[in-house]
């Protein structure tokens, strides 16, 4: 019988089911080697194949990612063996085609709709931070083999493979998941794993991992995850951004930022100067004057104008000075009592102050 709608047990289990496997994603515990050789063991048990004889431990998916393309170089014997299609395949015999079979019968018990809600639910923010692990990777690889283009990490597994959470569910409505466990287990048992035929690479979970309260990768102060052997990612509040702009916004320069083609990232950027700063050191116009202000109106490439309000506190400070401060308006606003007036949610002709503090 298909479930059109869950039950309240049912629906009990899906915040369950996600915090454990975001509970996962976030371990940083030390890997047991022996334990994971045994999981793989039993993995490539389930497509009736050997676990591979060459098991490589490492400090982070930045080290498999170099001894991967050290050992795809052209000429190198066992290229082949740790090519892409291999992984795919490894990827396809040991868990698609299992998690296929578990899908068909999902489908007669579990509505799609159910399966799509809990499956965002579940795994939006941890799959941020493997992407955001990805590409920082890509970028090292990059920057120190130039002329490598391969990316190992097509079919990878480990602690962030958290879409497994939704077959962890169906399991606990009673479809048969056994052949999966495998997959479980190596996840709740290491960081990330990529896979072939001849040869596994392990590396250690992160030494630590920083989010805010959305989930997203975020620190201020330093990286937002970190690999024993350092690797690092730098995130604010989602954004990966360079190691910079997170221990020494004070040296982001005008030149940087306006050549930034990221937009999320250029906003960070901003941000972190001070947009007041940036604001003044890029050459803002001065677009109205009047009593009540100055208006500021600064073009940003493919992203909306930054527009800005300096007013000056009529309250002076200990040593008898006046403080200016800078107040965001939206765009659309083009005279400076326009813009305070808004600051406190009203028209401009309706703003009429009986005095200012």
Known sequence: MKI???????????????????KISMDTAP????KVREILERLFAVGNNSAPKNIHF???PFEISNIISVLRLRGNPVCLQVSDPVSGQVREGVFKRPANRVNEEATLL???QVRFEFKIAAIAPNLQIIEHVREQVRENVRDKLPWFRAWPFQSDFGQFDVGLSWFDFVGR????VSSLIPAFDLAKSCGVAVLFWEWAFISARPQFIHCDEQGRLH????????YPDGFSVFAIHGVRVPKKVVVAPESITIPEIESEVNAEVRRVMIERLGTERYLMDAGAEEVHRDDFGILYRKEIPSDEPLVMVKVANATPEADGSFKDYFLRVPPTITRARQ???WTFGKE????????QT
Do not use: K, M
């Open 4 to 22: 059109h709608r869950p039950s309240p047990a049912q629906l009990a289990l899906t915040p369950q089911v996600r915090d454990e496997w975001r």
């Open 348 to 355: 401009e002709y309706d703003y009429e102050p009986a005095f």
């Open 219 to 226: 620190c201020e102060t330093g990286a937002a995850i970190r």
């Open 339 to 341: 813009a305070v007036a």
């Open 31 to 34: 890997v047991e080697h022996s």
């Open 173 to 176: 409505l009673g479809i048969d």
């Open 58 to 60: 490492l400090e982070s």
């Open 110 to 112: 579990v509505g799609d």
